[in-house]
């Protein structure tokens, strides 16, 4: 069921867990500073309050156990209850994070880092100034005299085909 719930979170970017939260996928875009891009950061957040999925995750969690959309909220109910209510210090999602249970308060603790992803840009300044003496003289097109070479060796050709 957990890589079930895990596949939902990365393809949606929201998993509710009824009375004891909700995951979201949080982006912050890229910003502006004075010497180049801010790298964008994606994180997970966890928001402690009561969250019911919607129709779509059910739909999504009997197609995937193949079973109805009844028994998939039931037992999606049922398997939240007993892995947030058997007294673990720590809740593993294994490719997404761990949830700590300290003194009766769900903690998240998120094991994706955008850092290793995206990293910040920096600018250099540029400078396109060209001294005179620095400007080589473009190669000379010598087009002309190479056609007129070969239109003397061509009408040389000819006068000799046409007298012999």
Same mark, same amino acid.
């Given at each position: 069921?957990? +890589? &079930?719930?895990?596949?939902?979170?990365?393809?949606?970017?929201?998993?509710?867990?009824?009375? #004891?939260?909700?995951?979201?996928?949080? %982006? %912050?875009? !890229?910003?502006? &500073?004075? !010497?180049?891009?801010?790298?964008?950061?994606?994180? &997970?957040? #966890?928001?402690?309050?009561?969250?019911?999925?919607?129709?779509?995750?059910?739909?999504?969690?009997?197609?995937?156990? @193949?079973?109805?959309i009844e028994q998939a909220s039931i037992q999606?109910?049922?398997?939240?209850?007993?892995?947030?209510?058997?007294?673990?210090?720590?809740?593993?999602?294994?490719?997404?994070?761990? #949830? +700590?249970?300290?003194?009766?308060?769900?903690?998240?603790?998120? @094991?994706? !880092?955008?850092?290793?992803?995206?990293?910040? &840009?920096?600018?250099?300044?540029?400078?396109?100034?060209?001294?005179?003496?620095?400007?080589?003289?473009?190669?000379?097109?010598?087009?002309?005299? #190479?056609? @007129?070479?070969?239109?003397?060796?061509?009408?040389?050709?000819?006068?000799?085909?046409?007298?012999?």
């Amino acid at each position: 069921m957990k +890589t &079930i719930l895990e596949q939902y979170f990365i393809e949606f970017g929201q998993l509710d867990l009824l009375s #004891f939260g909700c995951l979201k996928w949080q %982006k %912050k875009e !890229s910003t502006f &500073i004075e !010497s180049g891009l801010e790298a964008p950061k994606e994180f &997970i957040l #966890f928001e402690p309050i009561e969250a019911i999925p919607s129709k779509h995750f059910y739909i999504y969690l009997a197609d995937a156990l @193949s079973i109805s959309i009844e028994q998939a909220s039931i037992q999606y109910e049922h398997f939240i209850q007993n892995l947030f209510q058997d007294n673990q210090d720590r809740i593993e999602l294994e490719s997404l994070g761990y #949830f +700590t249970l300290t003194n009766g308060i769900l903690n998240w603790n998120s @094991s994706f !880092s955008s850092h290793t992803f995206y990293s910040p &840009i920096h600018f250099e300044k540029l400078t396109t100034e060209i001294t005179l003496d620095e400007m080589e003289e473009p190669a000379k097109d010598n087009w002309v005299l #190479f056609a @007129s070479i070969i239109a003397i060796l061509s009408l040389l050709a000819i006068l000799f085909k046409f007298y012999h």
